[in-house]
């Protein structure tokens, strides 16, 4: 999906730690390969975002009331 210019949001919470960590890494190097950035919005919650796409503060605002904890 980043790749086709489409935010991803990651949920890690209640997961494994092990395996969180892992995909948080795998996200990193993915975002930094494409040109994208990648920012925890809420704890366990990451906002992946492609280079030519741009996430208001609003929109990230909504992330965190939808249910995310923070």
């Known amino acids: 999906l980043l790749k086709a210019s489409t935010p991803v949001i990651m949920n890690l919470q209640g997961g494994d730690r092990d395996l969180a960590r892992r ?19 809420a704890t366990s919650v990451y906002l992946l975002t492609p280079t030519d796409v741009e996430v208001s503060a609003e929109d990230k605002r909504r992330l965190e009331e939808r249910g995310y904890s923070s």
């Open 23 to 41: 995909l948080i890494d795998f996200a990193s190097g993915l975002c930094y390969a494409l040109g994208g950035s990648m920012e925890r919005v």
